[in-house]
């Protein structure tokens, strides 16, 4: 017994899932249990742990991208505004400005801003990996430039469209279940297929770990690199179109602004290295549902508004503090001392 | 050339599981220009990095000019008038010359810098070393030999007792060198005292004083350079007397005929190597001799594809093959150790399994992926067949000592079945047990009707694996050897380039 739970507690989900689930149940004291309360109405499943899945599926799809990215060895910070030109290639085509000939197709709109998203991957994927610029320097070009280029698509305005068919992405239900749900779910298993049943994970935990020693052993780790960029500029794409669903309009100078921290962050707090190498995407699933569980508390528990940011900052601190070798290591040498000190009184 | 200016004694220093030093003096006289000289591991590097500050010794002393000196960094060592030119231009190619000539101690007027008598007094200085360049421009402007040379003017204009450079004529051109040993001979008879570290025997004889050779971290000796043969150079250098070799008896290897040839070089050139001609047949040990720097690891790079070809033929079968990348070269049927295991040859923090399938997998593609259980038999086969101490399958390969680290990569390439096994320094800092259980399998390997490529810096090895060698000097293939033709007396004149 005690072996089986010292293994789970060795497995990198572990302290996340602990932390998250810590994060409900102090929520759920405080509320006095309505946090927890769900209800049903007209079929649809309504309450807090609903509304964390569903707001958090946009962060749970760009960890999953920056969970590979990152254990590549490089980093993606332009996906915030690949969201946003996702959302405005969709909007102004369902909105008819832009390819006409569509006649505001959804189905069009979606299949176009996706690929977009293919297209800014790729770019990033190419300066990363052919021109070896370096990662942070490449898609910071992007996280400028595409912001600008997301405004050009909406002409500098705010775009707003009316289509229920759309807003299904992120409003609909299925099966008394949020439709975003269903898209992180069915992204989630098809991106562990692919790491974890082809030799794609091992060749992207070789390359971050060691890039010259895989080049030896046969490893086109500029491939891998390129690959791994696109799914990350895919996923994207996928989140800029939730978001857009919910805003039913494209912002371009809002969408998924800063949320390229964000998904760093869920890839950090979910105990994947940063520098490379070993990664779990589903810790970093959990990751992001930590990040979206705190500000959903925050504003549940009716702190103001203003102050979201510091306690945000203040819970990342504790939680990476917690997850630090070297904080462990003094907290348990500072243990061994008060014992010591013990014995001798 | 009578005043002692650097005197070292019983210098040690060890890092964890190395003796990198024991007990080794050195003395430099001033106006003096002392080739230090070992190959790799021998102690060179650390011996200059004592000396620099960079690394602190165990025990030992260290005299300048009579006084006893505790360097701690290389500033301090700098401030006491040793300074250090390395093969790598340690300076900021993004700034002027006058800038990286005066870095760190600008000249300044009112609390500003002075930039018009900082660029008179870096044209004066380079004017010294005959070089008449823009002091006002980029440094990345001008040729790594005028970036080395302002180097050294840098280095010479901040303290003028002892200039130490560290293989300085890697990159530069004949000439350049040539240029070079003006400028260390016109330092020479301002009496300042020049440690010179480099690979190259030619230059050695053609500049250096005296000769200090390094073995295994051991102090082999001084020698004033007019009175040491090349021979006996190479002959302290690799660990062995000349005379000591001369008349023993040499083991004889059986040279079996009509061998199939599966690889075969024609001419071939690559950056670090010129017109090399060699066949590889199979169950025959190649051995690549010469000392480091000579291109025989740049041979072996060649033939997997890790370094491209830019001339001449590279012939599998009988049939040119052009190959774009190792996997080319893998699924071929070569497979390579590199040299430096730690960053070339293992993936650090992944298991001993997933490092030995890699290779396996990347040959397979990566849509065949191999499964957890069949990975893990594989991995069982070869830590039984190559005696792996590990206590598992899943244990992380940075845990494993170097050797079983090193059988761990033999492992990865084993199991892909390759028809040409290249192992460039297979036993490098292994113990002597598992040197002799590789030595023992590349012979069974080669038994078994396998190609092999054996390099290595120990001579002994090489007589004991191979069959036919071909020999490497400055980028060039000197000398042939089969079978009997081995011994060492052979192999070191070919690699001195004649009895001289």
Not at chain 1, 252 to 265: F, P, S, T, Y
Not at chain 2, 417 to 423: A, D, E, G, R, V
Request: glycine content about 10%; proline content about 3%; aromatic content about 6%.
């Amino acid at each position: 017994m005690k072996s089986i739970v010292r293994k789970l507690t060795k497995t990198q989900i572990f302290w996340p899932l602990v932390i998250f689930l810590g994060i409900l149940a102090l929520n759920g004291l405080i509320s006095g249990g309505s946090f927890f309360r769900l209800q049903i109405v007209d079929g649809h499943l309504y309450g807090r742990i609903i509304d964390i899945f569903r707001n958090g599926s946009k962060l749970m799809l760009l960890a999953l991208g920056m969970t590979m990215v990152l254990a590549t060895g490089g980093t993606d910070i332009s996906v915030g505004s690949v969201m946003a030109i996702s959302g405005a290639v969709a909007c102004t085509i369902i909105e008819g400005s832009l390819f006409p000939f569509a006649n505001g197709s959804v189905v069009f709109a979606i299949a176009a801003a996706i690929f977009a998203g293919v297209l800014c991957g790729s770019w990033n994927g190419f300066l990363v990996s052919r021109i070896q610029m370096q990662p942070i320097v490449a898609t910071m070009i992007l996280l400028v430039a595409g912001r600008g280029i997301a405004q050009l698509i909406c002409k500098g305005r705010i775009v707003t469209i009316n289509s229920p068919p759309f807003y299904f992405i992120n409003g609909g239900y299925i099966l008394g279940l949020p439709f975003p749900v269903y898209i992180v779910v069915a992204l989630s298993l098809l991106v562990l297929l692919v790491v974890r049943k082809t030799a794609f994970g091992l060749y992207v935990e070789s390359v971050g770990c060691n890039g010259e020693a895989s080049r030896y052993s046969g490893i086109n780790s500029a491939r891998i690199k390129f690959f791994i960029y696109i799914l990350c500029g895919t996923l994207a794409a996928v989140a800029g179109l939730i978001e857009s669903a919910g805003i039913k309009g494209a912002d371009a100078n809002n969408a998924g602004l800063m949320i390229e921290l964000d998904a760093i962050l869920a890839v950090a707090i979910g105990g994947s290295s940063l520098s490379g190498g070993r990664f779990s995407l589903l810790s970093s699933l959990v990751g992001a549902l930590i990040i979206q569980s705190i500000t959903t508390s925050i504003l549940s528990l009716g702190i103001a508004p203003e102050v979201n940011l510091v306690v945000k900052a203040v819970v990342v601190i504790a939680i990476c503090l917690a997850q630090s070798p070297v904080f462990q290591q003094s907290i348990s040498a500072f243990r061994a001392k008060i014992k010591k000190q013990e014995v001798v009184a | 050339m009578d005043q002692i200016l650097i005197e070292m004694q019983h210098i040690s220093k060890r890092f964890p599981g190395v003796r990198a030093l024991s007990d080794v003096p050195f003395t430099l006289h001033s106006g003096e220009i002392h080739a230090l000289l070992g190959e790799n591991g021998a102690g060179k590097s650390t011996l200059i990095k004592v000396l620099t500050g960079v690394e602190h010794r165990d025990e030992g002393t260290i005299l300048l000019e009579g006084n006893p000196i505790d360097p701690r960094t290389p500033q301090e060592a700098q401030n006491l008038g040793i300074s250090t030119v390395y093969q790598e231009v340690n300076l900021c190619p993004n700034l002027s010359v006058a800038e990286n000539i005066f870095i760190g101690r600008e000249m300044k007027k009112h609390g500003l810098i002075d930039w018009e008598r900082s660029y008179e007094k870096s044209g004066t200085l380079l004017n010294m070393f005959n070089l008449d360049i823009d002091v006002t421009q980029k440094l990345s402007l001008y040729s790594v030999a005028i970036q080395q040379m302002v180097a050294i003017a840098r280095a010479v204009d901040i303290s003028a007792k002892v200039l130490i450079l560290d293989e300085p004529t890697s990159s530069l051109s004949a000439l350049e060198v040539q240029e070079l040993f003006k400028i260390m001979r016109m330092l020479k008879d301002r009496g300042m005292g020049i440690i010179f570290v480099t690979h190259f025997l030619d230059q050695v004889y053609g500049i250096s004083d005296s000769i200090t050779v390094l073995r295994n971290g051991e102090y082999v000796g001084t020698y004033p350079t007019a009175s040491l043969s090349r021979i006996q150079l190479v002959g302290k250098m690799i660990g062995k007397e000349y005379s000591e070799i001369d008349g023993r008896p040499v083991q004889f290897q059986q040279q079996k005929k009509d061998r199939e040839i599966v690889l075969e070089l024609k001419d071939a050139s690559s950056d670090g190597i010129k017109g090399v001609s060699l066949s590889l047949q199979k169950g025959e040990v190649m051995g690549f001799g010469g000392l480091l720097g000579s291109g025989r690891s740049e041979t072996a790079r060649m033939l997997f594809a890790a370094d491209p070809l830019t001339g001449g033929k590279l012939e599998i079968g009988g049939k040119p093959v052009h190959m774009k990348q190792t996997l080319d070269a893998i699924r071929r049927g070569i497979a390579f150790c590199p040299e430096d295991r730690k960053s070339d040859g293992i993936v650090g923090d992944l298991s001993i399994r997933e490092n030995i399938i890699l290779a396996l997998q990347a040959k397979r593609g990566i849509c065949k992926s191999i499964s957890h259980a069949e990975a893990d038999a594989i991995a069982r086969e070869y830590i039984e067949r190559l005696q792996i101490k590990t206590p598992g399958t899943d244990q992380l390969i940075k845990n494993l000592s170097g050797g079983n680290q090193q059988k761990v990569i033999l492992a990865r390439w084993l199991a892909t079945n390759p028809s040409l096994l290249i192992l460039d320094e297979p036993t490098r800092g292994i113990d002597v047990g598992t040197k002799a259980e590789i030595q023992k399998m590349v012979i069974s390997l080669a038994d078994g009707g396998m190609a092999l490529v054996f390099i290595s810096s120990e001579i002994d090895e090489m007589l004991r694996c191979c069959n036919r060698m071909t020999i490497m000097r400055d980028k060039q293939q000197v000398g042939e050897l089969v079978g009997s033709e081995i011994t060492e007396a052979a192999i070191m004149e070919c690699i001195a380039g004649g009895l001289q």
